[in-house]
């Protein structure tokens, strides 16, 4: 399953942004997915994941203005960022446990948040 980032842009602090991240394939079966960015000069973070059971996690630095949803019968998987700040501008990417255990990433998609 190959895994395509859209969504990002250019927005003002505190405004919002919905990622998207298209399947070419079914994700039903894959447990855990999630969305991940890396700023330059910094290393690639796990933002946030989703199980296929809805169960999620967020990293300390995004609770309270993240979510993430995933929906199987479309092979998608989303990031809703609200309250966006600078410091969540990155390259973020979306990609299952194993592909970021073997650093298989897309091209993934920018988000720029200015001040």
């Known amino acids: 399953v190959q895994l395509v980032e859209s969504g990002g842009g250019l927005v003002q602090t505190g405004g919002s942004l919905r990622l998207s991240c298209a399947a070419s394939?079914?994700?039903?079966?894959?447990?855990?997915m999630g969305w991940y960015r890396q700023a330059p000069g910094k290393e690639r973070e796990l933002v946030a994941e989703?199980?296929?059971?809805?169960?999620?996690y967020f990293a300390d630095s995004v609770k309270g203005r993240f979510a993430i949803a995933r929906d199987n019968a479309k092979n998608m998987m989303y990031l809703q960022m609200n309250s966006l700040k600078p410091e969540d501008t990155a390259m973020y990417f979306c990609?299952?446990?194993?592909?970021?255990?073997?650093?298989?990433w897309g091209q993934g998609t920018q988000v720029t948040v200015s001040s």
């Open positions: 990609a299952d446990r194993d592909m970021a255990r073997y650093d298989q």
């Open positions: 394939g079914s994700i039903g079966s894959i447990n855990s």
């Open positions: 989703i199980t296929s059971g809805g169960s999620t």
